[in-house]
């Protein structure tokens, strides 16, 4: 099976950088991927990463290295906006499993 | 045009009622998916389909059923339902080769 580990939570001030990291154990692995989630909303795609590196899209950055089986999500120029739940993901051992979510960060940007 | 459809969004009812909630999608997805959230708990997947007459368990099967209608359809059901089955249930679609999981706005159950 498969089993990730995220921090509970995260504050952070607005227009600062933060990181969310990630490790997981799985029995094969197909990729990973961020989710984010406002109060209230439905988790929504952020990034997903097949090889290790770093996968840039504006403010948010995702990072993985396959043979530490970690990966963080990095946030730049906090906005407010920003404050939500944010969740890692693996599918694993190949394109035809699902989605298997870590318990989520709650990041709360602050002024 | 909402990717994914839930309903109802929010429901009450009682213990040992059955109970049923629907979920469509309009996009051709081929993978449907139904997961639970609970506080502190993350996403638990409950059960997933890759087509019409593909039905597997998840983690958190018991006191669950599905049936994939249609590719477009996925219905959850708990036939008795009792409180602690009183969450966030979200469904979810993927098409087989994309790495984006769509999900509807939930359904807010609560189990009296």
């Known amino acids: 099976g498969q089993s990730l580990e995220q921090p509970s939570e995260v504050t952070a001030v607005e227009g600062a950088i933060v990181q969310i990291n990630c490790t997981y154990q799985?029995?094969?692995?197909?990729?990973l991927s961020w989710y984010q989630q406002h109060d209230g909303g439905a988790p929504t795609f952020l990034s997903y990463?097949?090889?290790?590196g770093l996968e840039e899209t504006g403010r948010f950055s995702s990072f993985l290295s396959r043979s530490d089986s970690y990966g963080y999500l990095l946030l730049q120029e906090l906005q407010m906006k920003d404050s939500a739940s944010y969740f890692c993901?693996?599918?694993?051992?190949?394109?035809?499993?699902?989605?298997?979510f870590g318990k989520g960060t709650r990041l709360s940007v602050i002024a | 045009d909402a990717d994914v459809t839930q309903t109802p969004r929010n429901r009450i009812t009682k213990t040992g009622k059955r109970i049923m909630l629907e979920c469509s999608q309009t996009?051709?997805?081929?993978?449907m998916y139904w997961y639970r959230q609970d506080p502190g708990l993350g996403l638990r997947l409950i059960y997933y389909?890759?087509?019409?007459?593909?039905?597997n368990k998840g983690e958190i099967s018991d006191g669950y059923s599905v049936s994939r209608q249609a590719q477009a359809k996925f219905s959850l059901s708990l036939e008795s339902a009792i409180p602690n089955q009183t969450a966030l249930y979200f469904c979810?679609?993927?098409?087989?080769?994309?790495?984006?999981?769509?999900f509807g706005q939930g359904t807010r159950l609560t189990v009296v």
């Open positions: 799985t029995s094969g692995f197909y990729g």
């Open positions: 996009k051709g997805h081929d993978r």
């Open positions: 979810a679609a993927r098409t087989g080769q994309g790495t984006e999981a769509f």
């Open positions: 389909s890759f087509d019409v007459k593909d039905i």
């Open positions: 990463n097949a090889l290790d």
């Open positions: 993901a693996v599918r694993g051992p190949s394109g035809n499993t699902p989605l298997v």
